[in-house]
């Protein structure tokens, strides 16, 4: 049986960030090869994730950034089954060192930036070592990358909310893309302007509105005119650059971009929140 030094349990545990007992076994197990050990970390996690699939991970991370020449911004969800997992330092650094890699190299989809390799490690890979790490289901389950002339991203306090924002063009002031980023955060828009409003959405709300307007008695005949208006304000309330300002309400977002550049317009919004 090899010899296992504590050199080698120290390295296996920066590689994995598994336990110092759980590396020492791995390495036991392996007699003393150190990439059979990782394989069996990994093997245990996805032991634990086999395990654990039916679990809800509903808490997590939420992280987004920007590429350094601001011309590229994407959010990063790793969910967790725990707010005491969601909130450890360890975890939280993990869901950034993902998000580094998503704006390294923009991959197009989730399943492409599960495939990235982080020091030779696939992202699917580790995520299931941590799952074996920490012992709960851990889901990387949602990737949203946005382009433009200019973006900006928005961290809601609490990792639970995140957002990113792309315009057409630079922006006049730091303030004005801080503000519409947040604006999202806040106020949750299904699309830039009503015009973006898929025709599922819109057909689903025309029978919400007619329906209301049935229960309320009104005339057959009145109940697509009823509907419509109820649309006009549903595109008031639900798309960015109808809503009222959060900061100034006397103001639209469309008004509030004017004001401050007139060729300015917002092409791509991502947003993603883990619900309460």
């Not at 032991?47 to 911004?73: H, M, P, Y």
């Not at 990792?159 to 630079?170: E, G, P, Q, W, Y």
């Not at 409003?197 to 307007?213: D, F, P, T, Y």
């Not at 960015?240 to 007139?262: G, H």
Request: aromatic content about 6%; some cysteine; hydrophobic content about 40%.
């Amino acid at each position: 049986m090899a010899e296992i030094k504590a050199a080698d349990v120290a390295k296996l545990r920066k590689a994995t960030g598994a336990g110092m007992m759980d590396c020492k076994k791995a390495l036991v197990e392996a007699d003393g090869d150190f990439e059979k050990a990782v394989e069996a970390i990994r093997k245990k996690g996805k032991a634990i994730a086999n395990k654990r699939a039916d679990r809800e991970a509903s808490e997590g991370v939420v992280l987004s950034g920007v590429t350094e020449d601001k011309k590229n911004g994407v959010v990063v969800v790793l969910n967790c089954e725990t707010d005491f997992v969601a909130k450890n330092a360890d975890f939280i650094a993990l869901t950034q060192k993902f998000l580094n890699q998503a704006l390294a190299d923009l991959p197009e989809d989730l399943d492409a930036l599960k495939a990235l390799t982080i020091d030779g490690v696939s992202i699917a890979d580790l995520v299931l070592e941590q799952t074996g790490v920490i012992g709960e289901k851990l889901d990387l389950s949602y990737y949203g990358k946005v382009s433009g002339e200019c973006v900006v991203n928005y961290i809601h306090p609490g990792n639970r909310l995140a957002t990113v924002v792309a315009f057409n063009k630079a922006l006049p002031n730091e303030q004005l893309g801080k503000d519409v980023a947040m604006q999202i955060a806040a106020m949750n828009p299904v699309a830039i302007d009503k015009d973006d409003v898929s025709e599922e959405i819109i057909n689903k709300e025309l029978e919400i509105g007619r329906e209301q307007a049935r229960q309320e008695g009104k005339p057959e005949e009145m109940l697509d005119r009823i509907a419509q208006g109820k649309l006009g304000k549903f595109f008031k309330e639900n798309t960015l650059l109808n809503q009222a300002f959060v900061k100034d309400s006397k103001k639209d977002i469309r008004t509030y971009l004017k004001e401050n550049d007139p060729e300015l317009k917002v092409v791509a919004f991502k947003r993603y929140g883990l619900s309460n």
